[in-house]
DNA sequence: ACCTGAACACCGTTCAAGT
DNA sequence: ACCTGAACACCGTTCAAGT
């Protein structure tokens, strides 16, 4: 608070300012005037600092999803490795205060998080490009899942209640059920990965 | 063209005219003003029809999202029909021109589109709580592997190019790579439920 | 009743002074 | 150079006449 004066404005201290009102006052809050207007200036030296808005918000989900997972995966097999990376992601995601962010999240973070978990499968015997596909595979399916998780229960909490269809609605889900929903995803897709690879048969002497 | 006049204005005209606008201009053009301006009306007739922006949207999305898949699957082993529902449901999801409008699709749209495949694992032997499970698990796969696959390529199609990771970027990809991509993850999602399924084994004497 | 023009309270972005 | 106030071209939505 030493500095009342508008002149030295950073870039990063745009980026905290809208990830406050983010966090404050939701999504649509976030507009040029109303970041500069809680920075004490006017908008105009947001443009020098963060280009317009559209990269603002870019520069804003960058810095929500960087280091997106634990650089480390520890030496378990790799299927207990993809489970753990995708269930990091997937907290890692939902914690992000609106999902049209997640949708804006750029190529380079995506590629930032697959590392781990492309070394653990590189470790368990898939070759470079094979373990690049089931990193992708995995990735798209969380980040998927998320957005239409998020819609699916904000829809819940918004007003037309439906009068419960008999047999189950298939859409009209809670928290448990979208939780697992996840488990029994991830699960078939390890299976699958499993199937599809040639196992280290080595280990059992055959 | 008979009508010029302005005061037999239905509900269905704001719908029509705003889905052109959608088509012609993109997501952004579709204002309650450029809709009004289009059918020759001032902005405040629309609010008795469509109620606000946001249920206009609503309109929009069931439109462009009723009937979703054929209702009929035809008879076959209840595998290839949650194949089939997937890939009619995939293509029907890419053909709406703006993913954003995939999101607000309201409950009843996919409570509708599911009633085939349910019907269809109903006959391969599956409880209804078993199907609507299955079905849920399917349909998020989908709907969340649109979402992605459009911002995936769209941020491939906006400026700055990434230098070629070596071993493939994790998430630069083409449409041929989503398409496997999307056959990949419903090949997995069929094998696990056909291994949870309890299969018909008297077909087989058992 | 139901329309229109005008208004209100916002946007993103840029221009023309000001220091 | 780099800020601010004002402006421009839009929004969604509502109010106050008008017919």
Same mark, same amino acid.
Not at 169 to 173: E, I, K, L, W
């Given at each position: 608070m030493i500095s009342l004066a508008a002149a030295d404005l950073e870039a990063d201290d745009v980026v905290r300012a809208a990830i406050e009102l983010l966090n404050e006052? =939701?999504?649509? @809050? /976030? !507009?040029m005037r109303r970041v500069a207007a809680r920075l004490g200036v !006017? &908008? /105009? &030296?947001l443009y020098s600092r963060v280009g317009n808005k559209d990269d603002l918000l870019d520069a804003v989900a960058d810095r929500l999803l @960087?280091?997106? /997972? %634990?650089a480390e995966l520890g030496h378990a097999h790799w299927a207990d490795c993809v489970g753990q990376w995708a269930r990091a992601l997937h907290e890692r995601l939902r !914690?992000? %205060? $609106?999902s049209r962010l997640v949708l804006r999240t750029r190529r380079w973070a995506f590629v930032d998080a697959s590392r781990p978990l492309i070394d653990a499968l590189r470790a368990g015997g898939f070759t470079e490009p094979e373990a690049v596909r089931a990193c992708r595979l995995v990735m798209w399916s969380v980040i998927g899942f998320v957005t239409v998780e998020s819609a699916s229960l904000a829809e819940r909490r918004g007003g037309h209640r439906s009068p419960s269809v008999p047999g189950g $609605? %298939? @859409? =009209? /889900?809670d928290q448990a059920d979208a939780d697992a929903l996840f488990e029994q995803q991830l699960r078939y897709l390890i299976a699958g990965l499993t199937a599809d690879h040639p196992t280290d048969l080595s280990k059992f002497g055959i």
């Open positions: 006052e =939701g999504f649509d @809050a /976030v !507009s !006017s &908008p /105009v &030296p @960087a280091d997106l /997972v %634990p !914690s992000v %205060p $609106d $609605d %298939p @859409a =009209g /889900v």
